[in-house]
Nanobody, 128 residues
Framework: QVQLVESGGGLVQAGDSLRLTCSASGRSFSRHHMGWFRQAPGAEREFVAGLSWTGAITDYTDSVKGRFTISRDNAKNTVYLQMNNLKPEDTAIYYC?????????????????????WGQGTRVTVAS
């Protein structure tokens, strides 16, 4: 079991930066691929970034490549999402999630259904 709590959201101006933090509890945290998803009003939840349990492999949706960076500190049971040069279209609730599998040897999942553990979300609003 993994419990996740996000923090770090807020209201910022276009071009600003934010760092989201996902604090995890549970003994298996370090063995899960982790992901960040977001959901804008009226839209489906979409994959933003993912990181393998080893920390060696990352994946990003095209719209955030070069602006967002996902990282993890397994010693602190924490995952981060550094978001730079934010745009109004980044406005959404951001969710941290852990894949159902542990010690996965396959690619980071991009579909929400592959994730079994979710945080409550943190709101990011980017004003133009």
């Amino acid at each position: 079991q993994v419990q996740l709590v996000e923090s770090g959201g807020g209201l910022v101006q276009a071009g600003d930066s934010l760092r989201l933090t996902c604090s995890a509890s549970g003994r298996s945290f370090s063995r899960h691929h982790m992901g960040w998803f977001r959901q804008a009003p009226g839209a489906e939840r979409e994959f933003v970034a993912g990181l393998s349990w080893t920390g060696a492999i990352t994946d990003y949706t095209d719209s955030v490549k070069g602006r967002f960076t996902i990282s993890r500190d397994n010693a602190k049971n924490t995952v981060y999402l550094q978001m730079n040069n934010l745009k109004p279209e980044d406005t959404a609730i951001y969710y941290c999630a852990a894949e159902r599998r542990v010690d996965s040897t396959v690619a980071i999942a991009t579909q929400p259904g592959e994730y079994g553990y979710w945080g409550q979300g943190t709101r990011v609003t980017v004003a133009s």
